[in-house]
């Protein structure tokens, strides 16, 4: 497990955050104060069942919903109370995402889908295939970069989805059920370049329900309730 220096500063800091859903005259509480800190290159899983507040948390964690109450900053930045234009520069800016699915364009190449963040970002084309390239090589896989996802296998597949979320170096991966849809072999896979991206420096955020995958990280965060009930550095 990497060691915390005294320089490290946090990324993500949670300060009474909740979220209150209306549905007519209910109202439902899904966080319950969040109050957590996440330093840079940490390597940190968020664990919960299904109901707990933790996909709440993640949408919040990535700028894909805003708190009720409370304050987040990301990288420094307070992102509580901003509109949705300004929540999707910061998405595409700060927060690398790898989903369950995957969420890659079938008829475009590993390469050209690697490069869509890019895009949007306004990097020129040549720069552009420059850090796709560079992005797919780093996850290895530069000899696919040809390849359409279904050319592929599933664990290629998600390691081009880590190669979309590198490639504008974003202040963290955010990652929700990164190894829900793949097989033992493929997950081992994945998780392993979880692990050397984390030695590498990265910030590493990890949605999972699988105690398993949760314990390749080196603190484990449990919700339950829309609370952070435990906090558990793994050895």
């Not at 069942?49 to 109450?69: A, F, Q, R």
């Not at 889908?113 to 020129?124: D, F, I, K, M, S």
């Amino acid at each position: 497990m990497k060691a915390h220096g005294a320089d490290a500063r946090p990324i993500l800091d949670l300060t009474g955050v909740r979220k209150t859903y209306s549905t007519g005259a209910v109202a439902v509480e899904a966080l319950r104060g969040i109050d957590v800190q996440i330093n840079a290159g940490e390597y940190v899983a968020i664990i919960g069942p299904s109901g707990s507040g933790k996909s709440t948390l993640m949408h919040i964690l990535g700028c894909l919903d805003v708190p009720t109450e409370g304050r987040y900053e990301l990288a420094g930045r307070d992102v509580s109370d901003l509109d949705e234009a300004e929540l999707a520069a910061i998405r595409n800016r700060e927060i690398g995402f790898v989903f369950q699915q995957f969420n890659l364009l079938a008829d475009m190449t590993a390469l050209r889908n690697v490069a869509l963040p890019l895009v949007y970002a306004g990097v020129p084309g040549h720069e552009r295939e420059r850090r796709a390239r560079q992005a797919l090589e780093r996850v290895g896989l530069g000899d696919r970069a040809d390849h359409r996802p279904g050319e592929l296998s599933g664990g290629q597949q998600q390691r081009v989805a880590v190669a979309r979320a590198l490639v504008t170096e974003p202040a963290m991966i955010l990652a929700d059920e990164p190894t829900g849809n793949l097989d033992s072999v493929s997950t081992d896979d994945v998780l392993g370049l979880f692990a050397e991206l984390h030695e590498a420096g990265r910030t590493i955020v990890l949605i999972t329900h699988d105690h398993e995958v949760a314990e390749q990280a080196e603190r484990v965060l449990t919700i339950r309730d829309g609370e952070i009930s435990e906090a558990v550095v793994v050895p």
